[in-house]
């Protein structure tokens, strides 16, 4: 682009390595972003899965319990059977 009046190139508003830095200050702002994202991520599945874990945990000894009343010899024993 030229400035025809004094006849000397115009320079653009930001220079390529300008613009090259903005991105890149961009990027990096971004990247940070999506790494608190990523961390609170892994956070909360963390905690699901000590969640999940203890339901886990609940549910077998649930399991074993009925198993253990529906089993013929606690019948005999509780005066049902």
Known sequence: MHDHA???PIEP?????E???????LLESELAELGDELQASR???STLVVMWS???AELRAA???LIKM??????DRSGLG
């Open 6 to 8: 004094n006849d000397r």
């Open 54 to 56: 203890g339901v886990t």
């Open 13 to 17: 508003f930001f220079s390529r390595e």
């Open 63 to 65: 399991e074993a319990k």
């Open 70 to 75: 529906s089993s013929p010899d606690h019948h």
């Open 43 to 45: 956070e909360k599945i």
């Open 19 to 25: 613009l090259l830095e903005q991105r890149c200050d």
